[in-house]
């Protein structure tokens, strides 16, 4: 199994639509990520959470909120999705102290 | 803000080849500097990272970079290529902890035979 697990792999869904992305670890890693890629942008980061009760917001985190329900699970959340956030986002976390990021394979969502 | 600058979106290299991808990096302090690679329909694998000491660093299938502070560069290198190599490849810059990395736009490498 993977240690970074996003749920579901590819979406596609309606504008206007609510919609929450998953993301479950095995690493035992407090620090957990939500990035967006976006093709000739590369990765950006969306939020971002140290520990259960810590949520930061990253470089582009308007349209989008999140929740960290345990340690080892954070949801990314889409309001009222529009095309513009058709993208690949990926999770990632780390343990802070190595402070190399694993991925997760990806989730391709697309907003019609 | 750090920045990270890939200047080249794609790169075509026969294989057996010498390959380097370059990255320029924008930071205030001493940089943590990473690269990725990410192959179709798959999440990113760490190739190397630097955070200081031995400016030349090795990495995992044959890659290493080189950080040179006065040009703010930390170029990828790979002596022979292998079509297994064709890929996307991130640049990446991380604070003061390692962490929120800020990554480069990427290098679309293609292998030709």
């Known amino acids: 199994d993977a240690d970074v697990t996003q749920t579901p792999r590819n979406r596609i869904t309606k504008t206007g639509k609510r919609i929450m992305l998953e993301c479950s670890q095995t690493?035992?890693?407090?620090?957990m990520y939500w990035y967006r890629q976006d093709p000739g942008l590369g990765l950006r980061l969306i939020y971002y959470?140290?520990?259960?009760?810590?949520?930061n917001k990253g470089e582009i985190s308007d349209g989008y909120s999140v929740s960290r329900q345990a340690q080892a699970k954070f949801s990314l959340s889409l309001e009222s999705a529009i095309p513009n956030q058709t993208a690949l986002y990926f999770c990632?976390?780390?343990?802070?102290?190595?402070?190399?990021?694993?991925f997760g394979q990806g989730t391709r969502l697309t907003v019609v | 803000a750090q920045s990270v600058t890939q200047p080249d979106i794609h790169i075509t290299v026969s294989e057996g080849a010498s390959l380097e991808l370059r990255c320029n990096y924008s930071y205030g302090a001493t940089p943590y500097l990473f690269w990725y690679v990410q192959s179709p329909g798959q999440g990113l694998q760490l190739l190397l990272k630097y955070f200081s000491g031995d400016t030349l660093v090795q990495g995992i299938k044959g890659f290493e970079a080189e950080f040179k502070r006065s040009q703010s560069s930390f170029n990828l290198r790979k002596p022979s290529v292998h079509w297994s190599d064709a890929a996307e490849y991130f640049c990446?810059?991380?604070?003061?902890?390692?962490?929120?990395?800020?990554f480069g736009a990427g290098t679309i490498l293609r292998v030709k035979s």
């Open positions: 959470s140290f520990d259960v009760k810590d949520i």
């Open positions: 990446a810059v991380g604070d003061e902890y390692g962490n929120k990395l800020v």
């Open positions: 990632a976390t780390s343990d802070g102290t190595q402070a190399e990021a694993f």
């Open positions: 690493k035992g890693h407090d620090r």
